[in-house]
Nanobody, 121 residues
């Protein structure tokens, strides 16, 4: 499975962006998918996730501003009211099995995209 993110860019604070993650290759199983982000020198942080039953999970820092899409392919992340602290490389991730691991933890996911940069000034 290959995941390719798009939609990043440079915007001013208060603007919106919509990220998209397109999957190709083998069919993604109907398990959790998520969005993560990482700033230079930092750890990858879970932002939002969705499971097969449409259960969604958000990091506290983005609740009320970010919305993960219902569709798995492409998977979207609508980001509104962007703040400078949202600046990061954003990654899409997909799990190949069901799991009890935290939705916003990296270990739950098996496939990762290369990332798309979001810069907010």
């Amino acid at each position: 499975v290959q995941l390719v993110e798009s939609g990043g860019g440079s915007v001013q604070a208060g603007a919106s962006l919509r990220l998209s993650c397109k999957a190709s290759g083998n069919t993604i199983e109907n398990h959790a998918m998520g969005w993560f982000r990482r700033v230079p020198g930092g750890q990858r942080e879970g932002v939002a996730a969705i499971d097969s039953d449409r259960t969604t999970t958000y990091a506290d820092s983005v609740k009320g501003r970010f919305t993960i899409g219902n569709a798995k392919n492409p998977l979207t992340l609508q980001m509104n009211d962007l703040k400078p602290e949202d600046t990061a490389m954003y990654y899409c991730a997909a799990a190949k099995t069901a799991s009890s691991l935290p939705y916003l933890g990296e270990k739950r996911y098996d496939y990762w995209g290369q990332g798309t940069q979001v810069t907010v000034s």
